[in-house]
């Protein structure tokens, strides 16, 4: 393990994973992030108080593949739902090797400044677009909560992932494009912002697409465990065929075994509420979707990457783009997010 960057944020190291490079994050409360380099796949999310809020499966690739757990990022479709149907499906990023950008690119980004030139770290392939600053708009208000921006940058620690168009996406994918994972660790928050930059010459065809992230909390008991916040959605419910779609249920959604639901249009944060306690999961920017995922005891026992029990143990509650595909025109900037807090 070497020490990558300090600061008074904490500490970013990087460490290998089942023989991969992935990142290790540390703050000075004690929180730990695990993050995979392949796919820029978050794997564990441990908060000071010991607890893991992520589920990870024990069965880890030996080679660079997605894992089953964390937190994978899913662009340019989710599953099989298009808009372009001859993507594999939940898209190529969580197969491609991301690439990191400097952290403290990714500090000032999050507060609206711009990077200076050259700021980026040495090797790294794809320099963010000029103007890659998110708008400090877009950092969720609760991130700071009655702190001012300067005090929550203190105890934030942050790490930059990007993925440029390759030869490989391009294969599957015309589109010239620059995505970043900005992930940042605030004391028993996790705030984790998509930014997709649409690189296309002008004048081309504006790109379509659906995305995700497809996190994977742990539960101690899935049928102790509840999501509440998704009234006024509208729930597609795809283990049926064909899909059925109808108004969400008023009440908190009580797990029982396999689902598979995509709500439409969710109005406000929603709570976790499990053995392992309350967490707020919030959404922002183009995530206007939720899915709701468990394999339940029957498609678990199918499933190679995970053990025939551990559908017991896991809630997919993922924030996704899927009912209205994005459309970015050329030079065009995406942002979307999901923001979890420990309640
Ligand atoms: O096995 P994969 O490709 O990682 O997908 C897992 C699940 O991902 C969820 O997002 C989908 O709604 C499910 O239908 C799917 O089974």
Redesign the pocket.
Known sequence: MTSDSRGAGGTVETITVAGQPAFSLRNSVGDQLVVLQHGAQVLSWMTADGIERMYCTPRLPSTPK?V?GGV?VIFPQF?LRGPDFSLP??GFARHQPWERLDAVFAASALHGASAPAGDHEAGARVPPPPAAALPAAHVPHDIVGAEDAAAAGLHATDLVLGLHANEATRAAWTHDFSLQLHIRMLPGQLDLQLVLDNLDPQGCAPMHFTA?L?TYFAVTELTASQVDGLAGSTRVD?LVQPNTQGPAGKGPLVLTGAI?DIYLGVQRPLVLQSGLGRLRIAMSGGFADT?V?N?GPVNAAA?DDMPDDDWRRML?V?AACIGQPAELPPGGRWLAGQHLQVM
Request: glycine letters at 0%.
């Open positions: 997605p089953r994978p599953n499906r939940h995700a497809h795809t598979d899915v995922w394999p499933i997919c993922e």
